[in-house]
């Protein structure tokens, strides 16, 4: 998803793409199931996260309508990310939640078991059960208990994304063969050697960003939060953690003095203004930057993150994104559907879908990564290698809360995230100078507080 507060400006020449495909319509040969029409009226609330994908997807389910629901309208309603999950919480409670939701995955696990969505298996069915690219299964998305809940929307995975012109002027060597130690070591001496230039830019808030970054560490060091195979245990008070802690600590001291309160905007300012040479980050910077620094552009390019120099491990945060339904109170369930099923079976629509925020959605069918038009973008122009590593090369790496280390789903880590425990985890080591054993010792309290309090989500385990 984008991690901005804000709406995202135009990428590169996304004016003249869209001038030129807007004809190109969503042709498609549908089955009779989405062809139904519906004489239902009103407006069919879309909840989605700023970025311009949601608008495209909107866009399609409002086509969709015109030629079979012509008394409803598709309409967009968009939340900031650190937003999402009170929202979500506070209008489910409330019986008023919209009736189809662009979610990410490690919240999307916590509704599905909550039993409050829709499922999704007819959809899928129609959307072709073969489709998916190599490297990623259905549930990444969202399935519990059997049945699938969550439609894929796209992938999206953070890359470490470097200044190559700064690390090849230092003589700091090849990025995609960096260790922990590496990249510490390269962090260290741009920042010596680079005025007014941090080695390293992460997310050390109270927020979302600084979580998905830290995760990533903690899975490559091969440390968990929960353990699925074993009724959910516990399992962050590990040396794994301790190690990840220690390891972000001694990255602070190379990052930008105000990193202890950034989130995603200011990890991409940072990037974008060329205060800042690495971070890990989405593919949200290159559109920034194509625009408003073309000089930092000409030099970025992203890789797999930095191999744990014992694991070998590269874990990425990947966002499997997708569409849900909710079920309470929703009037709209089947119009959805056969809406979805529109958009779903478009490739033409999903190349304007990933176009829309290059590199930053990835495409999740086979046939729509495949597609010739999905080419056409000018960043396959100049930043090809970097578009596959999103695209491609990071999915073998991908892991998340809700997944970690693809060993199993787990509807805990939305509550996680919604109590901000492990971006506080880590503000007691990087602000308030915790020992990092202590601070996993207290993170390890607070999940086992959120697995008590929500056996419901586990089936009732002890």
């Known amino acids: 998803m984008d991690r901005n507060d804000n709406s995202p400006k135009t990428p590169i020449d996304r004016r003249q793409f869209i001038a030129g495909v807007a004809a190109l319509g969503a042709s498609t040969t549908l089955p009779a199931w989405a062809q139904k029409p519906s004489t239902k ?109 969550v439609l894929p929307a796209h992938h ?96 602070q001291a190379y990052m930008p003095k105000g990193a202890v309160s950034y989130s995603f905007l200011e990890v991409v300012d940072s990037i974008v203004t060329g205060r800042a040479a690495i971070s890990f980050y989405w593919g949200r910077p290159y559109g920034r930057a194509a625009e408003e620094n073309k000089a930092v552009f000409a030099g970025l390019q992203s890789f797999n993150h930095p191999r744990h120099p014992k694991t070998g491990r590269r874990s990425n945060w990947n966002d499997f994104q997708g569409w849900c339904i909710p079920r309470p109170n929703n009037q709209y369930v089947d119009e959805v559907k056969a809406a979805l099923t529109y958009y779903q079976t478009s490739p033409e629509w999903l190349v304007r879908y990933c176009h829309s925020l290059m590199p930053n959605v990835s495409p999740v069918y086979k046939d729509v990564l495949a597609d010739p038009k999905l080419m056409t973008h000018p960043f396959f122009q100049t930043k090809k290698d970097t578009i596959m590593n999103y695209y491609v090369n990071s999915l073998p790496h991908s892991s998340s ?20 425990i492990l971006a506080q985890t880590v503000q007691k080591v990087v602000v308030d100078n915790w020992k990092a054993a202590d601070a996993a010792k207290w993170g390890a309290k607070e999940l086992e507080g959120v697995r008590k309090s929500n056996l419901r989500l586990l089936g009732g385990v002890a």
């Open 41 to 149: 009226t009103g407006v069919v609330r879309v909840w989605g996260e700023p970025g311009p994908y949601g608008g495209v997807a909107v866009d399609a389910m409002n086509e969709w309508a015109k030629k079979f629901a012509p008394g409803l309208t598709f309409k967009l309603e968009t939340l900031s990310w650190d937003g999402v999950y009170v929202k979500l919480m506070t209008d489910l409670a409330a019986k008023n939640p919209a009736h189809c939701i662009s979610v990410e995955s490690p919240i999307a696990y916590q509704l599905m078991a909550d039993l409050l969505l829709e499922p999704l298996d007819d959809v899928v069915q129609k959307v072709g059960k073969n489709r998916l690219v190599d490297g990623v299964k259905w549930e990444y998305w969202g399935a519990w208990k059997g049945k699938q809940y």
């Open 156 to 251: 999206q995975a953070t890359q470490m994304v470097v200044r190559t012109d700064i690390v090849q002027e230092l003589g700091l060597g090849d990025p995609d063969k960096w260790s922990w130690d590496d990249m510490r070591n390269a962090a260290r001496v741009i920042s010596e050697k680079k005025k007014d230039m941090a080695g390293i830019s992460l997310a050390l808030g109270r927020n979302s960003c600084t979580e998905y970054h830290f995760a990533s560490l903690l899975h490559s060091a091969g440390g968990r939060m929960f353990d699925p195979a074993n009724k959910f245990q516990v399992v962050f008070d590990s040396p794994e953690t301790v190690e990840a802690l220690e390891y972000l600590k001694s990255l």
């Open 401 to 420: 809360t809700g997944n970690e280390m693809l060993k199993g789903i787990n509807p805990l880590a939305g509550i996680v995230h919604g109590r901000s």
